[in-house]
């Protein structure tokens, strides 16, 4: 089983990116997706989840209305739109697909948001 996250980057306030999380060794579409992060000193927390079929999302309220994640089960990949950013949303975000069994995590891609 393998996440692999990627997109992460340094970017001004006020700018976009896009992560996104390739799942390989499982059913990807058999299991919920979502985008965790952990900034310094700082438990890790939900910032948005997706269910198996993409129909259900939920965010944390201090991403609604900035964030998106949407899922390709095609591709196996999760993404997270990212618009907005602003200093507090520095954190290293991780990849989790789990279901009523397993829980996996990506390694993790930073992302800094600094003028």
């Known amino acids: 089983v393998q996440l692999v996250e990627s997109g992460g980057g340094l970017v001004r306030p006020g700018g976009s990116l896009r992560l996104s999380c390739a799942g390989s060794?499982?059913?990807?579409?058999?299991?919920?997706m979502s985008w965790y992060r952990q900034a310094p000193g700082k438990e890790r927390e939900l910032v948005a989840d997706i269910y198996r079929n993409g129909g259900t999302t939920n965010y944390a309220d201090s991403v609604k209305g900035r964030f998106t994640i949407s899922r390709d089960n095609a591709k196996s990949t999760v993404y997270l739109q990212m618009n907005s950013l602003k200093p507090e949303d520095t954190a290293v975000y991780f990849c989790n697909a789990a279901d009523r069994w397993y829980s996996f995590w990506g390694q993790g891609t930073q992302v800094t948001v600094s003028s």
């Open positions: 060794g499982f059913t990807f579409s058999s299991y919920e």
